[in-house]
């Protein structure tokens, strides 16, 4: 058995050791966004733009030639240059401006195609995190931190598509190039030219990945500052009260500033490792630069070369300096990527724990009976929250569940909405096991109304039709007058348009509560959950909100959870839990003479709102 983190349960800093695919697997799952099967159109492109890039490249590698022939017209009295002279140098400098011109201007045209596929790619695999993020288990949700996460899938996404840019675009075409200019310098000089370009190329090659592998731990460190000191401040910003109530201005700037040290110091070795690599790169790529022109120098001077050869020599190893010092940076680039997109490959990895069953059919209602049977469920298999629990939930009728903090109320409201999976026993449907349902229609026939309701950063219109897919004004508007909202509605300066602010934050708790119902009601769910839905109300408020609740659960199978026992003196029957096991049930009359647990709770509660009352 696994162990799942309770609701309680704080988040853990765990974005930093987030599962990450390896170099090789995230390779394999970017490659299809390269060469989708089926999508002729996307396959047509990423062709094209592979005949744009050789002939760039063609371009590229013969455009020296021009401007040695241009030299060598200028200087006459080098042997074999009476055909240039006849060519002309002005000719031959202006067949080099457009050789380089062609160099650019394919380039630019393969970008231009292959635009479509970069953005197709990062939109397709955008949206498969997205998706897949909603449907990982609440257990993995309370146990990851938001801004951390968000960063993982941000980095990630902009990894896509550069890497499928210079996969394409920068390793390949760069051995292309360096070859051909190779096979040029062997055929126009001697072996030896090549035997040192090529020994330049190897040294740059292996220090260069040595010197990145050890700068990738660094960034990756550097990530996880970033994450945590990100995360510290969205922490901060969304408990903006509380950091007020607590005068922790500076406690939390301190905070923050303790992370952002973190991630300076990273920063820094970053900084300083790059400085190191670049210079290490230059001192390589001068150096056989220096020895390839001192041996043209020499043949220049015994007569074997010209000028012109002199300036070939010169401008091919520019042109291999400019791609390797782009090797460096790709490769670097590259690197970084693989890390970022595998940190997101490996949340894409998540198995949710709670996963629909090979063959799972849709629930077919027939009243909305609830059945708990002999359930057993722990989050942690140290400490069971369910305890051969068995109830039964007749459709239409409304059942309460009382008891202590952790006795495991709330835990069945969340195996009912399937959220987990119990250990065993079974909970049932109109008879059906809900583990051998469609997700969709077991959430679909369950409305939730929690103790504090979220709303979006959107209209009160928005959050009400939530409720309902396509659902008309007419529909929104009824819901609102149901839940006994509409007339606080109509009354703001905007109406229905007006912003609700982020969570709600710009409505009170009764506002937000009815909002709340109102989008409930839209859902018209057959069965209903009332998890704490007016603890944390006034006791006016509250009392308003019970008469909307009550009008909401007529005709429904309601399952109330309950702090407040007032709550709840009308229901069908209440459940008392105790440490993971039903105690009493009973109506509240029966309970109340029983003498038990519920009584003793009801007059606890009963001193309390005595004392209240006179202490005001």
Known sequence: MRNRPSASALPGDNDAGEPSASGWATLRRVAPYLWPEGESGVKIRVVVSMLFLLMSKMVAVGTPLLYKGAVDALTPSDPGA???????????????????????????????????????????????????????????????????????????????????????????????????????????????????IAGTIALYVWFTFTVTEWRVKIRREMNEQDNDANQKAIDSLLNFETVKYFSADDREAMRYDRAMEGYESAALKTAYSLAALNFGQSALITSGLVI????????????????????????????ITMPLNFLGTVYREIRQALVDMGQMFGLLGQVPDVVERAGAKPLELAGGTVRLEDVTFSYNVARPILKNVS?????????????????????????????????????????????????????????????????????????????????????????????RIHDFIVGLPEGYDT??????????????????????????????LLDEATSALDTQTEQDIQDSLAAMGQGRTVITIAHRLSTVVDADRIVVLEDGEIVEEGRHELLLAQGGRYARMWQRQAHEQDDATAAQ
């Open 292 to 319: 390839v022109m001192a041996l043209a120098a020499v043949g220049v001077q015994n007569g074997d070369l010209t000028v012109g050869d002199f300036v070939l020599v010169n401008a091919y190893m520019v042109q």
């Open 82 to 196: 009476g055909w240039l002279i006849g060519v002309g140098a002005v000719g031959l400098t202006v067949a080099y401006g457009m050789a380089r011109l062609m160099t650019n201007g394919f380039q630019q045209l393969r970008d231009a195609v292959f635009a479509v596929v970069g953005q197709r790619a990062l939109r397709k695999l955008a949206l498969e995190t997205f998706v897949h993020m909603h449907r990982l288990s609440l257990s993995y949700h309370l146990t990851r931190k938001t801004g951390g996460l968000s960063r993982i899938i941000e980095r990630g996404i902009k990894g896509v598509d550069f890497l499928l840019r210079f996969m394409l675009f920068s390793i390949g075409p760069l051995i292309l190039e360096l070859v051909l200019i190779a096979g040029v310098i062997l055929v126009m000089f001697d072996v030896w030219y090549v035997a040192v």
């Open 499 to 528: 912003q609700v602010g982020e969570r709600g934050l710009k409505l009170s708790g009764g506002e937000k509560q009815r909002v709340g119902i109102a989008r409930t009601l839209l859902k018209n769910p057959a069965i209903l």
């Open 391 to 483: 109830l039964e939930v007749s459709a239409g009728q409304k059942v309460a569940l009382v008891g202590p903090s952790g006795s495991g109320k709330s835990t069945i409201g969340r195996l009912l909405f399937r959220f987990y999976d119990v250990d065993s026993g079974a909970l049932t449907i109109d008879g059906q096991d809900v583990r051998d349902l469609t997700l969709k229609s077991l959430q679909s026939a369950i409305g939730v109304v929690p103790q504090d309701t979220v709303l979006f950063n959107d209209t009160v219109y928005y959050n009400i039709a939530y409720g309902k897919d396509n659902a008309t004004r007419e529909e929104v508007e009824a819901a609102a007058r149901a839940a």
